[in-house]
Structure formats: C-alpha cells, structure tokens
C-alpha cells in the first residue's frame, strides 16, 4: 500500500459518535518492518494487525498488545454501501450466484449448473440465456438436473464462458471459489440478487431445532469468509462454524434477511416464513 498509493483513495474510519464513514486517504507513512498478527473473534471475522493497532474495548480503545484472550472487542454490525458502485446487468449476477453455489466451473469448454429444483433450473435458464451465443442443454439423466452452457453457432465463443473466464473462475475448484473483486463494489439491490442466487442452491433454513437457523454450507473458505462480510451490507449479523458455513441466528437478523435477501417463491420461502410468523 506504501508503494502504490494510488491504489487506494479512501478507506472507513470511525466517528466520534462509533459510526463508519468513508474518508479519503491524506497519506501512507512508513513505519518500518513489524511483527503482524491475526486476530480471530468468537464469530469468525479476522483481521491482521501490529501489535500497537488499537481497538476499541468495553473498557474503552487499547492496543492489540495489552488485550487478553477472550475480551471483547468492537466490530462494525453494518458496512457502509460504496459512495461510487458498479453497474453489473442483472442476468449476470444471477448466473453468478448460483455458479458459485452449484456450478461445476472446471470443464474444459464450458461450465455445468446442477439443482434438483425445476423453479432454479427454470430460473438459472433465464439468466444463461440471455448471455449472447449461449444455451442451456438439459441433461436429466441422473438425479441432480445438469444444465450444460452451450454455445448457439460453434463457431462463436459463448458470452457466458468469456465472462466467466474473465473473472478468473474458470477452473476453479468448489475449494478455490471466490467473490470477484467488483463484488465489493455492488449497490446493496445488486448484491441482494447476487447473494439470494447462493442461498437458492446453497443455502439452508432450518425450523427443525428448537432455536432455527439460517445456514450457507460451501466448501470454499474465501466464499465463507466474503459472504460474512458482505451480510454486514445489510446489517445481518453471523458467525463462521469451521470456516466453510455462515450461520445466522436471531429473530432481528431473520427479518433482514427476509427483507433484503430476495429468495424465489420455495420450501425455503414457507420456512422461513415460518421461523418469522412464530413471533
């Protein structure tokens, strides 16, 4: 960051009121080679902080080195919309969402969606084929439905596998999967989508237990860790289990789930309208 300043023009700081704000950045300053450590919370969010970093505690702002295992420390409970954010077409963040829940990105020539569900194979379709030279091919041999993105004159790559490609997904493993970095930069109604698309193939809602939970199981660590993070978009707060599933809990982070994460019309749906007609 000291070497490409340019990189960065602002970053969220803290107000004396302990609101986030956007602010620019007057400079990068030096300050020699130090020990950096990782600090993990009970929910699973980290950070990678020097020793003399302050945070700010229930006893007030202390420094990393002074702070004892199992004290607790602020974090934010919402994340602040980017001032400037992307315009990506809708139909591709579909696509998106539901390949990074239930795609296979590692064909040589293309890319498969797999769903049990003819609403999502019905819904994935509309997505797909909107991409220029691009086809869904249905194959229902086995008992996930596989949707094969097939290109309409060989001759012509396929829209929907060059964007693919571009954003550096091709190939990658259920392990390997990740938000692209233009991710960050949606407005919360574009993000909604994108993330509602997860939930549709790999999520969960859960009424079974006593107290019910809403769940995204993934095999991906970086999909985990980015789902967190990008929840708090919306003020929904959860917690990592085992690095690979973010649980939420809580009536209040139920209803901003139904509120700002559109699911279709699904069982997922009746249940969680369910878990919230209970209160």
Not at 84 to 93: A, E, Q, R
Not at 132 to 155: E, Q
Not at 265 to 278: A, P, Q, V, Y
Request: proline content about 5%; overall charge positive; some cysteine.
């Amino acid at each position: 960051l000291y070497e490409k300043k340019k990189r960065m023009t602002a970053a969220v700081s803290i107000e004396d009121n302990l609101k986030l704000k956007n602010y620019p950045i007057a400079d990068v300053i030096y300050n020699g080679k130090k020990p950096v450590y990782l600090v993990i919370t009970k929910s699973g969010r980290k950070i990678k902080t020097t020793s003399n970093h302050p945070f700010l505690t229930s006893s007030g702002w202390k420094k990393l080195e002074d702070i004892i295992l199992g004290e607790k420390i602020a974090v934010p409970r919402v994340l602040p919309a980017p001032q400037k954010p992307i315009n990506i077409p809708y139909y591709k963040l579909g696509l998106l969402g539901y390949l990074l829940a239930e795609g296979n990105l590692c064909h040589p020539s293309s890319f498969y969606f797999y769903s049990k569900s003819a609403e999502e194979i019905r819904d994935y379709l509309r997505f797909l084929e909107l991409f220029k030279n691009t086809s869904g091919k249905i194959d229902k041999s086995k008992t996930a439905v596989a949707v094969y993105a097939k290109r309409l004159n060989p001759k012509i790559p396929s829209e929907a596998v060059k964007w693919i490609e571009s954003l550096g997904l091709k190939y990658k493993k259920a392990k390997e999967k990740f938000f692209p970095d233009f991710v960050y930069q949606l407005k919360n109604e574009d993000l909604a989508l994108l993330i509602g698309k997860m939930f549709q193939g790999d999520g969960c809602i859960s009424i079974k237990r006593q107290d019910p939970q809403i769940f995204y199981a993934t095999s991906s660590a970086f999909l985990a860790r980015g789902l967190q993070h990008l929840l708090l978009r919306f003020g929904i707060i959860s917690y990592k289990v085992n690095q690979d599933r973010v649980m939420i809990n809580g009536i209040n982070n139920f209803r901003l789930f139904s509120e700002e994460i559109k699911l279709r019309k699904s069982d997922k749906i009746l249940r969680l309208n369910n878990i919230l007609n209970r209160t």
